[in-house]
């Protein structure tokens, strides 16, 4: 029996490429200038080579998505749970699409559901449906196991163990940035070369690169270090147009048959 698609995730936006997706006017004009403004810094700040890595919700993300692009669905799920561990809500919603089409792993549609119900638990409508959505093809029995597994998802994946984890991530990288203990950031600059990344306080040469260069105040700006402000402006990205760095496109709803069966 073919597989009957309920809603269809596409992948490709899930990756972490630069690029915004267009927002409606109405949605845009409603949010305040100065967070539209963290939120155009946040992007740009995840663009610089080695940033989005200490980000481990989009970086597992990323990884998750080439992973699956390229047929691997086994790590596919693996990375898209790493990256839901730090609370990633498009990683947590790839986590049940694929327990729930059985890629990577065997099919578990009480388990798809628990995933899709953590996803949905922001409130961003196109989840809150597919949550909807899963839940009505549950039999009586399969809604008790979702129940039950749910639980256990909750306890190692909720928000707030993922948002522990972020920030420990983000104050191990940012404390580490001028060995200040204090916060402060500095004067120096962050200048680019084939060797990576490197931060001082006086300029010097030997760099490939020496005209890519970022002060330091603007390379570890808020909106992506501080951990309440960067999750505060993940949430007005999805809100305004989508998942930061990618955005997850949500299908028309098919007909499906009335009949019972093993996969959706």
């Known amino acids: 029996m073919a ?21 409606q006017a109405t949605d845009a004009a409603a949010a ?13 700040s995840l663009a610089e080579p080695g940033v989005a890595e200490h980000h481990s919700d989009v970086y597992f993300r990323g990884l998750g998505a080439d992973a699956y ?3 691997d669905k086994r790590r596919a799920l693996q990375m898209f749970t790493a990256a839901a561990r ?15 089409n059985g890629e990577g792993t065997a099919v578990d549609r009480p388990r798809a559901y628990a995933w899709m119900d953590l996803a949905a638990d922001l409130g961003y409508r196109d989840l809150i449906i597919q949550r ?8 009586s029995t399969e809604r008790d196991e979702a129940i039950a597994v749910g639980k256990d998802i909750y306890d190692h994946y909720s928000d707030e163990k993922g948002r522990q984890h972020l920030a420990a991530e983000l104050f191990r990288v940012t404390s580490q940035t001028t060995g200040s203990h204090t916060g402060a950031i500095g004067n120096g600059v962050v200048m680019h ?7 001082m306080h006086m ?8 005209d890519d260069e970022r002060p330091l105040d603007k390379y570890y700006n808020s909106a992506a270090w501080s951990t309440d402000e960067y999750l505060g402006l993940k949430d007005l990205q999805w809100q305004l147009k989508g998942p930061l760095l990618g955005t997850v496109e949500v299908g028309a709803p098919q007909q499906v048959s009335s009949k019972s069966d093993t996969q959706p």
Do not use: H
Request: hydrophobic share 45%; proline share 4%; net charge neutral.
């Open 3 to 23: 597989k009957a698609v309920l809603w269809s995730f596409c992948i490709a936006a899930l990756a972490v490429t630069p690029g915004w997706v267009s927002a």
């Open 32 to 44: 305040q200038p100065g967070d539209l403004k963290q939120l155009a810094i946040l992007q740009e």
């Open 69 to 71: 692009k390229a047929g």
């Open 86 to 100: 730090f609370g990633d809500k498009p990683s947590e919603a790839m986590v049940a699409t694929m327990y729930w």
């Open 132 to 139: 909807e959505l899963y839940w009505n093809r549950l039999s």
């Open 193 to 199: 070369s084939l060797g990576g990344m490197g931060s």
């Open 203 to 210: 300029r010097t040469t030997g760099f490939i690169n020496d």
